[in-house]
């Protein structure tokens, strides 16, 4: 389908897989793309409430016109050829993204990472967050099977960025066994924080005194420590600047993720996924 659409981009594109920590790494590297000055485009999924929140072109969603049109045109591509729902609309939704001439294209995987609709795209950098136990019926029942279908979006001799601080096994041989560069918490880059500010630092480069992101959660500085990796490992082609990295950390959104909704009482609205644990690998 990829090849009868020509599907492809002549841009940077950012794929990223986990359990956990998936929605927010999106949301932090639109946020510091944009505030560089990037055409950025981010396909997530699923959405809350209107289908086009999917797709986002350069900090907006997409024109529900532009979705329409795209359908007819994977519709028209598909021939005989029989298509789930998922795949159906990331086919539409990147080749919205293809056409939009942007800068750089965030990905986030629907479901596990080899057999996900978004890996019909090459990576230039792949991203996997935190991995639990999900979708237990598909990818496999322990962490060591999980690790090696989300490992799946790894493509040789590129980045691979590993924010879960103690990842499978399965991840880190994948790595090897294919030649990608591996960028591991606690070896290739780091974080430390106190109840003010954090620093990161990596290959070559060091921020200090960064403001916490604004996303909440006890896990958002493992996100933001993989999301600065990645973007330093593509420094060469999208360099940014520090100032960029402040802000758009300051400024990032994610609906849904521990959003507070002000009022009597104040609500809070998250959501999760996969069965809560005792925090043995986190």
């Given at each position: 389908m990829a090849q009868?659409?020509?599907?492809g981009f002549d841009c940077p594109v950012f794929t990223v897989a986990g359990t956990n920590g998936k929605g927010s790494t999106?949301?932090?590297?639109?946020?510091?793309?944009?505030?560089?000055?990037?055409?950025?485009?981010?396909?997530?999924?699923?959405?809350?409430?209107?289908?086009?929140?999917?797709?986002?072109?350069?900090?907006e969603s997409a024109d529900a016109s532009e979705l329409v049109?795209?359908?007819?045109?994977?519709?028209?591509?598909?021939?005989?050829?029989?298509?789930?729902?998922?795949e159906f609309t990331t086919l539409a939704i990147l080749h919205v993204l293809?056409?939009?001439?942007?800068?750089?294209?965030?990905?986030?995987?629907?479901?596990?990472?080899?057999?996900?609709?978004?890996?019909?795209?090459?990576?230039?950098c792949a991203i996997i967050t935190s991995i639990d136990v999900d979708h237990t019926e598909l990818l496999g029942h322990t962490r060591e099977q999980i690790g090696l279908e989300k490992a799946g979006i790894l493509r040789t001799c590129r980045p691979a960025i590993v924010s879960d601080?103690?990842?499978?096994?399965?991840?880190?041989?994948?790595?090897?066994?294919i030649d990608?560069?591996?960028?591991?918490?606690?070896?290739?880059?780091?974080?430390?924080?106190?109840?003010?500010?954090?620093?990161?630092?990596?290959?070559?480069?060091?921020?200090?005194?960064?403001?916490?992101?604004?996303?909440?959660?006890?896990?958002q500085l493992i996100n933001a420590a993989g999301v600065l990796a990645a973007l330093e490992a593509m420094r060469p082609r999208l360099p940014v600047t520090a100032q960029a990295v402040r802000n758009g950390l300051a400024l990032v959104e994610l609906p849904g993720r521990f959003q507070v909704v002000p009022g009597q009482p104040a609500l809070v609205l998250d959501v999760a996924h996969n069965p809560i644990r005792p925090p043995r690998w986190r």
């Open positions: 009868r659409m020509r599907l999106c949301a932090m590297l639109e946020a510091i793309l944009l505030e560089a000055g990037f055409r950025t485009g981010v396909y997530t999924s699923p959405h809350l409430v209107r289908f086009e929140e999917r797709c986002r072109i350069r900090g049109a795209s359908f007819a045109v994977v519709e028209s591509a598909r021939g005989d050829i029989s298509l789930t729902y998922f293809a056409r939009a001439g942007l800068d750089a294209v965030v990905l986030e995987v629907g479901l596990g990472g080899r057999l996900d609709a978004v890996n019909i795209i090459d990576t230039d601080p103690v990842p499978p096994q399965s991840v880190l041989d994948r790595a090897r066994e990608a560069d591996l960028w591991l918490l606690g070896r290739d880059y780091n974080y430390s924080g106190d109840q003010q500010q954090w620093a990161w630092a990596g290959r070559g480069r060091r921020y200090a005194g960064l403001a916490y992101p604004a996303l909440r959660g006890a896990n």
